[in-house]
């Protein structure tokens, strides 16, 4: 029986197919012998991570500071109360420049009422007082001085008051411009409940 032109394609196309090789499995996928472990490329990530937190963190601006372990929160303290030879010498150094400045009023308010009785009259301490500072060119103020007697022999000049001996203190003043003897004065300033007076003991 004659074949068609159609048979014989059919045929052929049989034969080829018959001979053609089957192609071998695909080769695997070749493998970086420079593979990471799983353990250090997450350690890897987390370190990554905590750098761009913390550049997050930066970049906003500084968080509320945190006390320190065991600090406790810082709380407003009044000053120290100032010693009794520090308030001592404070109160003689505003009494000796209501002086110098002419200001006799305010410094005749600060002497003790036994020390005013001493003098006739207001007036009369005062004019003497202005005359003195008249020549006084500066002075100063030393509260316990060591190159006097302590206060316990300087209390006869007190006029017979009563003294606080556990908180008066001993102010010497020294002037320049002023002649000796008279170049210094000597006062005990003594406290009471009405706060500081002034006795003049030298």
Do not use: C
């Amino acid at each position: 029986m004659s074949r068609t032109r159609t048979d014989v394609l059919l045929e052929g196309w049989k034969m080829a197919s018959h001979s053609a090789q089957r192609p071998e499995a695909p080769p695997a996928r070749a493998t970086s012998r420079a593979a990471l472990p799983l353990g250090l490329v997450a350690a890897a990530a987390l370190v990554i991570l905590g750098l761009v937190v913390g550049s997050r963190m930066l970049s906003s601006g500084p968080g509320p500071a945190l006390p320190a372990v065991g600090a406790s929160a810082a709380a407003a303290t009044a000053s120290p109360a100032p010693t009794a030879d520090g308030a001592a010498k404070a109160f003689i150094e505003t009494y000796t420049s209501n002086l110098q400045h002419g200001k006799t009023t305010n410094a005749w308010r600060m002497l003790a009422n036994r020390e005013q009785l001493k003098y006739p009259s207001n007036a009369q301490w005062a004019v003497e007082r202005y005359q003195f500072f008249q020549g006084v060119k500066n002075y100063a103020v030393t509260a316990n001085p060591k190159d006097v007697q302590p206060i316990a022999a300087w209390l006869t000049g007190t006029n017979g008051a009563t003294i606080d001996m556990s908180h008066a203190v001993l102010v010497e003043v020294r002037y320049t411009g002023v002649p000796g003897p008279a170049d210094w004065d000597l006062y005990i300033v003594n406290k009471t409940a009405d706060g500081l007076e002034i006795y003049s003991v030298r």
